[in-house]
């Protein structure tokens, strides 16, 4: 039984771990050893993982008594918060309670910056050998490599746990002097480049000795907030490609900023997180990693921001109708991935189709094409199915349909309704009755309508 003073730290440190997104756990295949826990394609608090199933692991801040003062972060210096940390033989014995219980499949453990990067590091170190070492724990473990801290107790780190992760947070030098000056991005840079240099080395054993060490197998991942500043789109994705492409990085998450603190440089604290956004990072992200497209193509200098009301994929086709419509038939795997409706696993059926017989139109649904959007892109034996002669306004008139009905807004209630075709007006004309008070003076709506 886990006593109320540990309880309640836990209750205040996972709410401090919530707002990092940075975490997943597919890629690493740690056997048990007649110990405790299985790292096998286990995943990320109520995540799914690389088989199908829907886990979940400890997400927890080891303190969150920060030296650092971050204007974006709920656990600033400066902020008046409930200080609290754990220490490891705590972080221990709830990890291994909380598996027996059958509540969890591994950990996820973060930290804000105590004392100094190195002393926040040997306190996880030290959790980490507690776990694997005098609990024989081999579940999933990630945990945050702290900017600054020495390269040898980056590298402990490392051999004991599955996957580690440095937070940018923010995707430029200029972000990060306004809203955290006490970083840099040579600092932030460092241990991701040190991981990278570890991993690869370890790669490069496994091709000449059977027993190599381990270090990070399940790789290394960052997360970016979205909405904090005013960086655009593009450069988000910019910063993303280059992580990739430097550091080998599994994975970029992407924030939407959840306004927790008022400041000058930082949005008003009743501004709605911006999740659609973040939403068209992650499809562009995807479109990196999976489709082969490059950052510079999906935005540019004149489009900064993606449209929020068509995914990444689909503005890229807007702006590339003459490379449109593609033979479905002749196409490359390549050129396939490129059309809107068209994922995947459906691009690889079309290949393997192709070498059996020629696909025709009606066979192309069961391929798990999305016809709804494909029909207007492609060609299929020489057949083109959309409707011709469209444009762009026309196409995303068609893709983006505006809604018959629009729900009603108490702050706009002069604005007309619409109503289906054919039907009738079953609402009695607006009626202006007196004169604003004062109170709805303020509001800014005018006269009252009934």
Avoid at 198 to 205: K, L, Y
Avoid at 334 to 342: A, E, F, S, W, Y
Avoid at 432 to 446: H, I, R, W
């Amino acid at each position: 039984m886990l006593d109320t003073s540990i309880m309640e730290k836990l209750r205040v440190l996972t709410e401090s771990a919530k707002y990092d997104v940075s975490c997943a756990s597919s890629g690493t295949q740690t056997k048990n050893k007649g110990g405790l826990g299985n790292a096998t394609a286990a995943g990320i608090c109520h995540t799914w993982a690389a088989d199908g199933r829907c886990v979940s692991l400890l997400k927890t801040l080891l303190t969150n008594d920060c030296i650092f003062d971050c204007a974006y972060c709920a656990n600033r210096s400066s902020n008046d918060i409930k200080r609290v940390s754990f220490t490891a033989e705590e972080i221990a014995t709830i990890v291994v309670e909380f598996y027996r219980r059958n509540y969890i499949e591994g950990l996820f453990l973060s930290s804000a910056i105590e004392v100094n990067p190195n002393a926040t590091t040997e306190k996880i170190i030290q959790t980490l050998k507690l776990l694997r070492n005098r609990e024989r724990f081999y579940g999933y473990i990630h945990v945050k490599a702290i900017p600054g801290a020495d390269p040898e107790l980056i590298r402990q780190a490392g051999e004991l746990a599955d996957r580690m992760s440095v937070n940018i947070e923010l995707p430029t030098e200029e972000s990060l002097r306004i809203l955290a000056p006490q970083k840099n991005v040579q600092k932030l840079l460092l241990p991701m480049a040190q991981i990278k240099k570890g991993i690869d080395e370890v790669n490069e054993d496994r091709g000449k000795y059977k027993f190599a060490a381990k270090f990070v197998p399940a790789g290394q991942s960052t997360q970016m907030i979205v909405g904090a500043t005013r960086d655009s789109d593009r450069s988000i994705l910019f910063a993303a490609e280059n992580l990739y492409k430097n550091f080998s990085l599994k994975r970029v998450y992407y924030s939407a900023y959840v306004p927790v603190n008022a400041g000058a440089n930082l949005p008003a604290i009743q501004t709605a997180p911006p999740l659609l956004r973040e939403h068209r990072l992650y499809q562009a992200d995807w479109l990196l990693r999976y489709y082969k497209f490059e950052a510079k193509e999906l935005l540019t200098e004149q489009e900064m921001n993606f449209d929020l009301d068509f995914d990444p994929k689909m503005n890229w086709a807007f702006r590339n109708l003459d490379r449109f419509p593609i033979e479905i038939n002749t196409a490359d795997y390549g050129l396939l991935l490129r059309i809107p409706g068209v994922g995947v696993q459906s691009a690889r059926r079309i290949m393997h189709q192709r070498k059996i017989s020629p696909i025709k139109y009606e066979d192309l649904k069961k391929l798990g094409i999305v016809m709804k959007r494909a029909k207007y892109f492609i060609v299929c034996g020489g057949k083109f199915f959309g409707e011709r002669n469209l444009e762009v306004e026309g196409l995303k008139r068609i893709m983006n349909p505006k809604p018959m009905y629009e729900q009603l807004s108490l702050f706009n209630l002069t604005k007309e309704v619409p109503y289906p075709l054919g039907g009738r007006n079953l609402l009695p004309k607006p009626v202006e009755v007196g004169s604003p008070t004062d109170g709805q003076a303020k509001l800014g709506l005018g006269r009252v309508i009934f």
